[in-house]
């Protein structure tokens, strides 16, 4: 097995591009990255996309993207994992570059949700849910958080104004990035004001969906010595997966997937969760950070909410998260979540995220997440 | 890089099941190939499907299917290359193992066409070729495929009567096949009064779409042997694309994505084409069939025609292909077509083939297409 770097990183910003294409904004991705790389030779494009039928009416991206960023011929398939499809695109490449089969895959997370909006919005994004026991009964997936917040806030006593914290983080930290779709400030009594899209989810909760897409050029270490270029490298991939349906699942408020891709990625890495510099969370809802940092194993049951604080995981916090904004600021491109993490992480570890720096970051794990929970994929990098 | 054999092969009839969900197929096959290898460790499943969101409403397969195969937790989700979803969920299976990261994986293709019909599964299926400048149109693969077949005939002045002998010949074989969807026999002289779906593509000629999953193990070679069973070799791997539109193409009846994967697999098998013993192709046309056999070399260009017959291309010739019916009579089971494949050739690499065993088969070319020609996935297995 050979090791795997990240040779180069691009994404555009996370907003509602109507004056791009689906192709259009995955192309931007990937010049941006092989640019940041200097790379000319590129084996294979995988794509992570959610959504490419539902929203753009287009599936086989694979071809597509590849012929119009000027790589028509190579390898190139869509790996789909609801809004983990970013992440298991990353983990694909991973495995084909540590395999030694191929030397340079470029991985790029596209999604253009914004051409459906409302209910054609949210029918489409609950095909990602179980339909046949989930979706059918009208079931969608904010719905679904409110319950598991619900559970949670009934289970250890907590108020709503708990959560608030995480949002107030990510906005903080958005502001200042600009490719970040919401860069306005939260304030601290925003929830207890803000209108409830579904109870107790509301307006400052949940991450808004946006059009992005994101690329990392991952090469064996001869091709990024070649490149000439200082390599993040990719030090773990662990990928699990829980029940799709939330009903069919024992402990509602423990994600299963999120513990053993951790715990896989971790040992993979033989690290330990304090040499962990930041950590980018899949925070779609702050319930999901509140029961990802539990899961994850970085604080107790019960307790995740007591993070929701500036001491915990701001930019000079002993555990960072949502760096860039996360899914809540920067926004959430769905399948292409999964590798802005990767690319926001390879600018901390580089020391190249400007006013958004960790201070010494060496080691960053990022996680992307399908569903409430229904796939976890985790990679940890470092230099 | 570890080697990487099949360990066991499952399928379901391809049919209109009507009284079976997408999950349900998959388990059926998949719990067939696990019995078939005897094995209970499983690392990771995953799931080749094309049109999941568009034919049942239902993506996030990864999880959806390992948790209903009683193997939830594992690692899962979905590779996607329009009808070449199966040989790219193979490809990345082989990449998992080979890397050494993953010992035993699940690679199940499984698609359910049946609930949409007349224009909506046209409109479900036009999502995989260029939907801003081909589907847009109106556009539709079958409109396409009878444009490269009308150039082909205008081109090489070939007659319609000429191609009918690879529907002739996919019918022999798929009439011995309990598993497949047409069991009736086409006889010399249909094509010339069969009734035009899109003239020249006529109803003998095109393959029928299908409900049907497929599931193959693939292992390491020490798993194959605690497992005490007599593997069949994956010996290559390679993946291949072309533009997604037709127009932007030089030239029309070369599958340049063909050329490339076939010789790249042959390359890393080390072997020439008169050692492949038969050729699973994409015959979802018969003009398909003729393309690929020339891109692929196994004939001249203009004269892939002139195979259409028993002493070419039947089970006792020198290349047999559709030896248990192809797309054309098993049926096309779209995202699950290139594991069927993997799994018929398995049996005949096996000589388990039953009345349809191709005699001393030792190595088989498989090859997985999507649209017409866009991606090319081509896999060479061996005993």
């Known amino acids: 097995m050979q090791d795997v770097v990240i040779a180069g990183v691009g994404m555009t910003p996370v907003a509602e591009h109507w004056d791009k294409s689906l192709r259009t904004l995955a192309v931007e991705a990937i010049d941006a990255a092989r640019n940041d ?18 929203f753009s009416s287009q599936t086989h991206l694979g071809p597509l993207i590849a012929d119009h960023a000027g790589l028509s011929g190579v390898e190139a398939y869509t790996v789909e994992a609801a809004d983990a499809s970013g992440g298991a695109a990353l983990r694909a490449g991973y ?25 054609e919005r949210v029918e489409a994004r609950s095909m990602a849910l179980d339909a046949d ?29 708990a959560f608030e914290g995480f949002s107030i983080n990510a906005h903080a930290n958005g502001k200042r990035n600009p490719f970040a779709m919401y860069r306005n400030t939260v304030r601290a009594g925003a929830f207890a004001k803000a209108p409830m899209v579904a109870e107790p989810v509301n307006l400052f909760d949940g991450a808004p969906d946006g059009d992005g897409a994101a690329a990392v050029l991952l090469t064996s270490v001869p091709m990024a010595e070649t490149l000439g270029i200082s390599p993040v490298f990719v030090r773990s991939s662990a990928a699990a997966t829980d029940t799709l349906a ?3 699942r024992s402990d509602l408020l423990y994600l299963k997937a999120v513990a053993v891709s951790t715990e896989d990625a971790l040992r993979q890495a033989r690290i330990d969760r304090s040499e962990v510099d930041l950590f980018e969370l899949h925070d779609s809802f702050t319930i999901m950070s509140v029961l990802a940092l539990e899961s994850a194993g970085f604080i107790g ?36 979540a999964g590798v802005y993490q990767a690319v926001e992480a390879t600018l901390q570890l580089r020391g190249e995220a400007g006013e958004n720096q960790v201070p010494n970051a060496r080691t960053a794990l990022i996680q992307s997440i399908g569903g409430l929970g229904s796939t976890a994929i985790s990679h940890i990098l470092s230099v």
């Open 37 to 54: 790389a200097g790379a000319t030779q590129i084996d294979a494009v995988y794509v992570g996309n959610a959504f490419g039928a539902a």
């Open 95 to 119: 495995m084909a570059i540590a395999s030694g089969l191929l030397e340079s895959v470029l991985v790029v997370g596209v999604e253009k949700s914004a051409d459906r909006v409302g209910a």
């Open 133 to 161: 026991f989930e979706a059918v009964h009208g079931a969608t997936l904010t719905a679904l958080a409110a319950m598991l917040m619900r559970r949670y806030m009934y289970e250890y006593d907590v108020d709503l104004n």
């Open 246 to 248: 939330l009903h069919d």
């Open 301 to 336: 049951i019960g307790q995740g909410w007591t993070f929701a604080n500036d001491e915990h995981i701001g930019l000079r916090s002993p555990l960072p998260i949502s760096t860039f904004g996360g899914l809540k600021s920067r926004g959430n491109p769905v399948g292409a």
